[in-house]
């Protein structure tokens, strides 16, 4: 028989997936009760997918110039480099240009978000199955820890309208949630690994550390040793990525 996290007034009919979303982000324990139907965590991340769809729509023009902005510093690294022969150079400007064409703009706008949201949200999962089960002895199940990464994208909703209309209004999609807004997008490495802490993430985290204490039944202690266990790797990662690149643009 498969796993159900316990029911909380079990006499009450389980909660719709907007009233889940909804106490996840008032951190309730509530809004992981069971039972858990396919609805309750596809609808969270159909809302988040088409959130930031229409935002890079939206925002289209913004994240085309920031392409060419950073073809044209590609290009000027590439041409400057004393290591590589005139050949080498045109080789390399004409396949950077070729990445770059507004077909595969829209490509990414359009089907880089159902990657991220889906592949992010299966390796949280995966993750916390093994630090629970195996690091911690508990019993959780993939399909409850699925479930709570579904929820925990709630606040992330809120970042994508918030990020559209700021980035609209501004007219810059340098737009940050945390303690890299009050850097100037131009401050190098800092502001980087500054862009790395999002406080909608440490939200996304709290949500986290609620659910796996409904659904793995396990103390409070373990559940925020889990949780900020994954959570704390997979920003070393995303600092790791953003000293190595030129930066990270937009919500994730």
Not at 177 to 197: H, N, Q, W
Not at 228 to 252: E, T
């Amino acid at each position: 028989m498969e796993y159900q996290p316990p029911s909380i007034r079990s006499e009450e009919p389980p909660p719709s997936p907007i009233q889940r979303m909804s106490r996840a982000l008032r951190l309730s324990p509530d809004a992981f009760r069971a039972p858990i139907r396919r609805p309750d965590w596809l609808i969270p991340i159909l809302i988040l997918l088409v959130i930031q769809i229409a935002s890079g729509i939206l925002l289209h023009d913004l994240f085309v110039q920031v392409a060419i902005e950073q073809q044209d510093e590609i290009r000027a690294r590439i041409e400057e480099s004393p290591g590589m022969s005139a050949e080498q150079k045109e080789e390399a400007i004409e396949r950077m240009e070729g990445s770059s064409t507004g077909a595969a703009l829209w490509l990414s706008t359009l089907v880089g978000p159902i990657i991220g949201v889906i592949g992010l949200n299966l390796l949280l999962a995966v993750l916390l199955l093994l630090f629970l089960n195996f690091g911690m002895g508990a019993e959780a199940s993939f399909r409850a820890l699925w479930f709570v990464g579904a929820l925990s994208w709630a606040p992330k909703v809120i970042e994508g309208v918030l990020f559209a209309i700021a980035a609209r209004a501004s007219g810059s999609i340098h737009v940050a949630f945390g303690p890299a807004a009050f850097l100037p997008y131009d401050a190098g490495t800092a502001r980087k690994v500054l862009e790395v802490f999002d406080l909608f993430d440490v939200w996304r985290l709290l949500i986290t550390i609620v659910g796996i204490g409904v659904v793995a039944r396990v103390s409070k202690g373990k559940a925020v040793t889990a949780g900020l266990g994954v959570f704390v790797l997979g920003w070393i990662v995303m600092i790791v990525l953003a000293i190595l690149s030129k930066g990270m643009v937009g919500p994730v």
